[in-house]
Nanobody, 118 residues
């Protein structure tokens, strides 16, 4: 059974920081690309950051150098360090794993709420 379990969300003031974690089980973690998405009320889900199985990364344009994605294959965990948070970053953040072989497998976590407010 595949499970992606996010943690680390919460309420933070503008300019503050949070570190999200996602622990995966039931997948060959090191072979999967790992992604963070977010969805704010009334908005579509959007890609925040991606780290490929080989370690390369890319980010949504809105990140502007504020966030860093990383992975620890020994712990089956992907992280999202978020600094200089803005109210516009308020959303539910979802962890996603993706692997492309003959078929593509996609798994999602349940999400963790991030609220940026004074």
């Amino acid at each position: 059974q595949v499970q992606l379990v996010e943690s680390g969300g919460g309420l933070v003031q503008p300019g503050g920081s949070l570190r999200l974690s996602c622990v995966a089980s039931g997948i060959s973690f090191r072979l999967n690309d790992m992604n963070w998405y977010r969805q704010a009320p009334g908005n579509q889900r959007e890609l925040v950051a991606r780290i490929a199985s080989g370690g390369s990364t890319n980010y949504g344009d809105f990140v502007k150098g504020r966030f860093t994605i990383s992975r620890d294959n020994a712990k089956n965990t992907v992280y999202l360090q978020m600094n200089n948070l803005e109210p516009e970053d308020t959303a539910v953040y979802y962890c996603n794993s993706r692997r492309e072989l003959l078929i593509t497998t996609n798994y999602w976590g349940q999400g963790t709420q991030v609220i940026v407010s004074s």
